[in-house]
C-alpha cells in the first residue's frame, strides 16, 4: 500500500458531540432569577414592617392619657349662685363656674393657698380645659350631686400627657419646653400622693372633634364610616350582582353591551378624586342633598365601588363549569332557575370576596369624601345618615395637619384603628371564601 492511500485510510477527526446545550447558563440565570425574587419579597417584607413598626411605636401611646382624681366640693353657691338645681340651668349657665370649682379644688390637692389665685390659676393649667364639659355633663346627668363632695377624675392636658409618656424631655433648657419646672414638680407631689395615674384612653374611641388633644377622638369617625358602609353594602351589592348576572348569562353581545363593559373596566380605574366631583355635581348641587352627610359619602363610595363588585361577580360567574348550566337544563329547569338556584350559589364565594374587598377599599378613601365637605368640625354625634358626619380617613387627615406634638400619636392611633378595621374586612373575605367555596 502507498503512502497517500494509507493517508487516505486514516480515521477523520471529529467534534464531540455537545450534549448540556446550554443547560448550565440557563440555570445560572434561573439561580440569578430566584434570588432576585427573593431580594425583591425581603425588601418588601422588610418596608412593610418599617411602616407598620413606625406606625404602632407613634400611636401606641395614644391608648392610653393621663388622668389625676381629686376630691371635689361641688360648691352650690359657684355651681348655681341662683338657686336653681336642674338640668336645663346647669346645662344652660355660665360654664366657666366649673372651672371656679375645679380650680378651687385642683388647688387644695396641690396645696396652693386659697388667697394665692395666681398660682392657683397657673397649677390649673395641668387640667385638660374639657374637665368644665365633663363636670358639667356629670352635674346635669345627676343634679342631686350639687352641694356634696365627690371624688372625680379629670383628663390632663395634653403637655402634661406629652410629658408623662416621656415625649417631653425635662433635661432641655426651661424656655425651650412647655412643662415648666414649677409644673414638674406639681407633677411630681400628684405622682406621690397618687392621685396622678396613666389609664386606657378610653375618649380615642368616644370622643367627637376637638380643638384638644386630650378630649379628640374617634367617635364620630367611626359612626359615620359605619353608616357610609352601611349604605355602600345596601346599594352596591345588589345592583352589582343583579348587573353581572345580566351582562355575563342575559345580554347578547353586541357592540352596546361591549361598549357597557369596556366603560366598567374604565370606570375601575379611575381616580377616587373624579368621583366625589361627581357627587358634589349630582347630589350636592343638583339633588340639594346635605354637605358632610353619611348619606352623600355612602352615596359617593357606592358609584366607585360597584365597578369592583360588578369585575368580580362576572369573573365568580365565568369560574363555574358550564357543565352546571348544562345539567340544569338539562334536567327542565328554565334558565333563570339554572342561574339562580345553582350558578349563584357557587359563585358566591367570589362574590363576598369582590364584595368585602371593594367595601375595604371604600373605608380608606379621602378624596372623594373631602370633594363632598365630609372635613366639617363635628363634635356630635350623627343621629341618621343625614346629619354632618365625618370619616376616618378624614379624621386622620385632618389630624395629621394639627401642629401639636399630641396629634401626631392620635394620628398613628387612628390609623392602628383603621388597618384594624381593614385586616377584619380581609379576614372575614378569606373565611367567607373558605366556608363557601365548593370544589369540582
Known sequence: MTDAAMETAKPVATRPARTDFGLKKRYRVERRFRIYGVVAIALGLFFLVALISSIVLQGISAFRQANVEIDVLLDKAIIAPNGAVNTDALMTGNVFRYDDVIRNAFAAQLGIAKD??????????????????????????????????????FLLDSNVDAFLKGHIDADIPESRRPIKDRDIAWIKQLED???????????????????????????????GSLYMMAIVLALALPIGVAASIYLEEFAPQNRLTDLIEVNINNLAAVPSIVFGILGLAVFINFAGLPRSASLVGGLVLTLMTLPTIIIATRAALKGVPPSIREAALGVGASKMQAIFHHVLPLATPGILTGTIIGLAQALGETAPLLMIGMVAFVADYPVTPNDPATALPVQIYMWAGQAERAFVERTSAAIIILLAFLAIMNITAVFLRKRFERRW
Open 116 to 153: 394665692d389665685k395666681g398660682t392657683a390659676r397657673t397649677a390649673y393649667n395641668l387640667v385638660s380645659k374639657g374637665a368644665r364639659i365633663q363636670l358639667r355633663a356629670m352635674l346635669a346627668a345627676n343634679p342631686d350631686l350639687v352641694g356634696t363632695r365627690q371624688k372625680v377624675s
Open 193 to 223: 400622693s397618687g392621685a396622678l395615674s396613666m389609664k386606657f384612653n378610653t375618649g380615642l374611641f368616644t370622643f367627637g372633634a376637638s380643638s384638644r388633644p386630650e378630649t379628640a377622638g374617634v367617635g364620630v369617625a367611626v359612626i
